[in-house]
């Protein structure tokens, strides 16, 4: 009870209109669906793949950097990062056994092998779509390891699209798919709460003043 208050005290510091629209957006996110990233190289497309999550409501993505290690760019992503859970790797192994652990399918983007194309995925089952590397695409490791391979269908001499187009085609597709469904897509309510608090932190920056004072108010230590 006392970190509901807690939440609705930070949210008082709020506009009206900001507190709606952190519901709004967190209505339409999921973890039904989720991203992961194999030692991309280009820093823009890194940051570009994060910001296509945000746009269409995919709450996690995965940044495996066993090669390139690199920052986000804050211009291209467009403080998308600070609304998407970004978590990383320093292996693939590991992010697929995590990924694997969590009940998700791996998903493997190529053109090659047995790929069915985009409109023939089935949206139902939980899913980490990879992505590879700009010139040389997944690695060996996730096309081994992936349950499906999924490619856009293309009808011109070009057989591959940039890594970032590429995400959003695909995220685009799968999530407005993925909402005509019953499936429960959506975050839990627990999930919600949390990034109700997380989000109202990053936006307050006296958030932790604005804490203690509420805690010394209300006598809880």
């Known amino acids: 009870m006392t970190d509901i208050k807690l939440l609705e005290y930070l949210e008082s510091f709020l506009t009206t209109r900001r507190v709606g629209l952190n519901t709004q957006v967190l209505n339409m996110r999921t973890n039904h669906f989720t991203v992961a990233i194999e030692d ?6 890194t940051s570009a793949v994060i910001r296509s999550c945000d746009v269409f409501g995919v709450q996690n993505v995965h940044v495996i950097e066993e090669v390139n290690v690199k920052r986000i760019d804050r211009e291209i992503a467009m403080g998308a990062q600070k609304w998407i859970d970004v978590n990383r790797y320093s292996s693939t192994h590991d992010c697929i056994a995590t990924l694997k652990n969590k009940g998700y399918q791996i998903v493997a983007t190529t053109p090659h092998d047995d790929s069915i194309i985009l409109q023939d ?6 899913s980490v779509f990879f992505f590879g590397r700009e010139q040389h695409g ?6 081994s390891a992936a349950d499906c391979k999924l490619h856009i269908p293309m009808v011109g001499f070009t057989e591959s699209l940039n890594i970032s187009v590429s995400a ?11 909402r ?3 499936i429960n897509w959506q975050l839990s309510d627990k999930e919600k709460f949390e990034k109700r608090m997380e989000w109202a932190k990053k936006i307050i920056k006296s958030h932790e003043q604005i804490i ?6 209300h006598n809880v230590k």
């Open 40 to 45: 991309v190289y280009q820093l823009h497309n």
């Open 121 to 126: 995925y089935d949206v139902t089952k939980p």
């Open 138 to 143: 997944l690695s060996d490791q996730v096309i």
């Open 168 to 178: 959003a085609i695909i995220l685009q597709h799968v999530t407005s798919e993925l």
């Open 180 to 182: 005509k469904t019953d």
């Open 212 to 217: 203690e004072r509420y805690y010394q108010d």
